[in-house]
């Protein structure tokens, strides 16, 4: 029988004791950062252009510009790469996107807490309210069916927004928080079962993210970035975020729903506000800043 040396056991349990260890880190993707190419603008104006919204086929492109003095919606299309301007009010349009399978388009309008829900179309130039409750309200999304709508609503009691859902079916309108601190933005996860949202808090991070499901239960938090934006892959897995954690501009980011698989997507070295990704999931449009204005970008972050 062979009697090994106690120099011999001693280099194998130390050996061992490394291969333990690197079986418990977690595995780490590494990847190639995306350079955002900032020739691929797709609005050029003189002013700022926001809030992109993909349309159900991922042939247009709705976004709000003020470049005429207040907020109006403008859309684009990528298969004539044309411009129209959707709306020419005074009062400020904004927040705009699809409703589910349709040309129908909608979006907030009004000033400050005083806001309202419109739907149009843009063939015959005819809007209508979206709902006939009275509240102040913004920032809307539709379930893929049509039949909920979520948004931020203004609470006189708590001078916040705060997230509602509105059943069109059962005339039906919840208030799924209380935070007692402005709700920020929010997505409908292509299931319809998740509802993400941004929040303000304090102290940094000041604006973090919540995921709850449709009837208001908390499923997931995110506390440890300071996310400006957020939005479903329409996988449904995977979210995208805008956050300044490793770069004071801001940079584009992918996680899991139950907060694994952390990827940095782009490395822009330029101020990102706000992002949409495409039907398909290939391609996502994001506002970002060139020359002190905020422009419309088209990148392709995952190819990398």
């Known amino acids: 029988m062979y009697d090994a040396s106690p120099v011999f056991l001693s280099r194998m349990n130390a050996l061992l004791g490394v291969v333990l260890i690197l079986l418990c880190v977690p595995a780490v993707t590494f990847a190639q950062t995306y350079t955002v190419d900032t020739s691929n603008n797709i609005s050029r104006s003189m002013g700022d252009d926001l809030s992109p919204a993909w349309s159900p086929d991922g042939n247009k492109i709705l976004y709000q510009s003020n470049r005429n003095g207040n907020w109006d ?20 349009e904004q927040n705009p996107g699809w409703y589910p399978d349709s040309d129908i388009i909608y979006f907030d309008a009004g000033r400050g807490e005083k ?21 102040s309200c913004k920032d809307a999304s539709f379930t893929p069916d049509g039949r909920m709508m979520y948004f931020l609503g203004y609470e006189d ?20 928080t209380d935070n007692k601190q402005n709700i920020l933005f929010l997505d409908i996860s292509t299931d319809a079962k998740s509802v993400l949202y941004g929040y303000e808090t304090y102290p940094y991070p000041y604006q973090q993210l919540r995921i709850i499901n449709w009837y208001g239960e908390h499923q997931e938090e995110f506390n440890k970035y300071n996310i400006s934006a957020a939005v479903w892959h329409p996988v449904g897995l995977k979210i995208y975020f805008v956050s300044d954690k490793d770069n004071l501009s801001a940079e584009i980011y992918s996680i899991w729903r139950d907060g694994t698989h952390l990827k940095r997507l782009t490395e822009s070295n330029r101020k990102i506000k706000e992002l949409a990704v495409a039907p398909d999931g290939s391609t996502v449009a994001c506002a970002v800043s060139i020359n002190g204005n905020y422009e419309i970008i088209i990148i392709s972050p995952e190819v990398y």
Request: aromatic share 18%.
């Open 73 to 92: 919606i403008f859309m684009y299309d990528m298969v004539l790469d044309t411009t129209v301007q959707i709306t020419y009010d005074t009062i400020n």
């Open 115 to 135: 806001r309202y829900l419109y739907k149009l179309n843009p063939e015959t130039g005819v809007s209508s309210p979206v709902f006939t409750r009275k509240i």
């Open 157 to 176: 009691r708590t001078k916040k927004w705060e997230l509602f859902s509105y059943h069109f079916i059962y005339d039906n309108l919840n208030q799924l």
